[in-house]
């Protein structure tokens, strides 16, 4: 008799929990340094759960339904949501994998390959380079925490089951995703632009000299000329990384608010 009162209590708030998890998980399924196949799922969800006791009293979830229908499309939506705002931080770590491709193939590394942790993917030794450096300036930039304060911002924006999709989040990814193209050719301009003019000079010097095999030389000089710069314009790097954190906030307010409004 007295296990029907306690039920009656506890699973409103579990059900609440389940909703706040759920986007959680979301975000933590697509999170570039969390969603890899390297860190084992008992962390993962353990992560989801600490974060949903953390965050829980910060966060008022108005009263579910009990229909388990609209609880499993409104699980959906929450899951929807948390995959969205994770989005937009993994393609901001694209923009850094595709500079990285382009950049090993130009400087002579394109047949240099080497296993990637977090996908159990081939990928080139400058994109793990440039992913390293991220993940350090992200982590010191504490641009994590922007991630945790967007759980919290987003049940403002978009209350529990009131995601909806709309012909607007398509163009704002489209817009991510050419904003991610972008910042990949910023972040290879300095050695692109080294390469093209190593590439004049060979060919001028294969032109005055015909003696010398051009093709032979070009190796360990754009090898040698592209690991330079890619030193020197570590600075360079280092800021436009920080810029594009820093502005991580902005880009999940505005897909938020895209969802919440439809």
């Keep these: 008799m007295s296990i029907t009162p306690s039920l009656h209590v506890l699973l409103p708030e579990f059900q609440s929990f389940l909703v706040l998890v759920s986007r959680i998980g979301g975000i933590v399924a697509a999170f570039p340094m969390l969603g890899g196949r390297s860190?084992?799922?008992q962390?993962?969800?353990a992560l989801v759960v600490m974060l949903g006791l953390?965050?829980?009293p910060l966060i008022r979830l108005p009263p579910i339904s009990s229909d388990a229908i609209e609880m499993t499309a409104g699980l959906a939506s929450e899951l929807l949501v948390g995959l969205v705002i994770g989005l937009a931080v993994r393609l901001l770590f694209g923009a850094f994998e595709?500079?990285?491709d382009l950049l090993g193939t130009q400087?002579?590394?394109g047949a240099v390959q080497l296993l990637d942790p977090m996908t159990s993917q081939q990928s080139s030794l400058i994109s793990e380079y440039f992913r390293i450096v991220a993940m350090l300036v992200f982590l010191s930039l504490n641009a994590h925490m922007i991630v945790v304060a967007a759980i919290v911002s987003s049940y403002e924006a978009i209350p529990p089951f009131g995601a909806s999709l709309s012909p607007a989040l398509g163009e704002e990814v489209l817009e991510l995703s050419q904003h991610m193209f972008v910042v990949a050719l910023k972040l290879a301009a300095p050695v692109l632009v080294a390469m093209i003019l190593i590439n004049v000079l060979l060919a001028m010097l294969g032109r005055a000299v015909a003696q010398i095999n051009v093709f032979v030389l070009s190796f360990p000089?754009?090898?040698?000329?592209g690991l330079l710069?890619?030193?020197?314009?570590l600075p360079y790097t280092v800021s436009l990384f920080?810029?594009?954190f820093l502005g991580l906030h902005d880009t999940i307010e505005r897909l938020l608010k895209v969802l919440g409004h439809g």
Excluded: D, H, Q
Aim: hydrophobic share 60%.
């Design 39 to 41: 860190i084992p799922a």
């Design 43 to 45: 962390i993962k969800i």
């Design 54 to 56: 953390v965050l829980s």
């Design 98 to 100: 595709v500079a990285g």
């Design 107 to 109: 400087m002579g590394f």
């Design 221 to 225: 000089l754009t090898i040698a000329g």
């Design 229 to 233: 710069v890619l030193g020197l314009a």
């Design 242 to 244: 920080e810029r594009e």
